[in-house]
């Protein structure tokens, strides 16, 4: 029997929703696949098999993942997928009402860039605001930035065009107009993104469930309640630098090999901030993210 091949778009208890080529089916891990797979979870492509005495299919296995998304456990060791095969991040950041927090931009970056995901930052919100400067530091830190209005519709067909197709996280802080940015995208998406956060918020063992809703250009929005819950835990803090762009390409030229580009001689990347190659701002919220890593308590580690 070949096996029919599906992608996670939800998990309710014990009981999967899979897109396959043939429709929406319902599945379950039996057997073999039980013991031997690791966690299923959204986003995961997987083998299905049919039972014709049953509703329900048969997860048989799970295809190699491209990138997956972690949480640290609470109040304990270890990490629990939250979603997998995730192309890209959007961080949604607003000009003005509420003013930007370039720190908090940088640590969402941050999270994308641990995970191996790729990331880009819509800056909502031009109409009130144009917002260059902003859009000039994350140009810089080498981030392709979608400026938009939701009022007047600017920048909204190319931010589209990045969704479709690829399977998207978009997040950012409250107020920075997310839900009028999906809403503009496709009409009632983020109702639907509104009654699943609210599924959540009930549910006593959800808080790390996350949901795929396609997209009628195709593609998919993954709702993952909290990405910004899902931390920096799991960066060995001499990796840090690693995750932000711009400094890449003076990694391995510093004086020193284990160079925290605090304040060591001969640290490229502090020249470079005095060239202007990489922003002050930018190494601060690198200085910040590395004090809360290092003194990160141990069953982060």
């Not at 039980?34 to 098999?49: A, M, N, P, S």
């Amino acid at each position: 029997m070949t096996a029919l091949l599906g992608t996670v778009l939800e998990r309710d208890g014990s009981v999967y929703r899979v897109a396959t080529a043939d429709g929406l089916v319902r599945a379950i891990l039996t057997g073999k696949a039980k013991r031997d797979t690791t966690r299923v979870v959204v986003g995961d492509r997987v083998r299905l098999e049919s039972d014709p005495e049953a509703d329900l299919h048969a997860i048989v296995g799970v295809e190699p993942r491209t990138a997956l998304l972690e949480r640290r456990v609470p109040e304990g060791r270890g990490a629990r997928p939250v979603a997998a095969n995730i192309d890209q991040v959007f961080v949604v950041t607003a000009t003005v009402d509420p003013a930007p927090i370039p720190q908090l931009i940088d640590r969402l970056l941050v999270v994308a860039e641990a995970n191996e995901i790729a990331a880009a930052v819509v800056v909502n919100k031009v109409d009130l605001d144009p917002g260059a400067a902003l859009i000039e530091r994350l140009r810089k830190a080498g981030y392709a930035v979608y400026p938009a209005s939701v009022r007047t519709g600017e920048g909204m067909a190319e931010f589209a065009a990045a969704l479709a197709g690829r399977i998207s996280v978009v997040t950012g802080p409250s107020g920075a107009g997310k839900s009028s940015l999906l809403n503009r995208v496709q009409p009632g998406l983020q109702l639907r993104t509104a009654e699943i956060s609210a599924k959540v918020k009930r549910g006593k063992n959800t808080t790390v469930s996350a949901v795929m809703l396609p997209l009628e250009a195709g593609g998919y929005l993954v709702d993952t309640p909290g990405f910004s819950e899902v931390g920096l835990w799991g960066i060995d803090p001499g990796q840090l630098d690693t995750c932000f762009p711009e400094f890449r390409r003076f990694l391995g030229d510093c004086r020193y090999a284990d160079c925290r580009h605090r304040s060591e001689p001969g640290c490229r990347v502090r020249e470079a901030l005095d060239t202007g190659a990489v922003a002050r701002d930018r190494w601060d919220s690198y200085l910040v993210l590395l004090e809360e890593l290092e003194s990160a308590p141990e069953e982060w580690e």
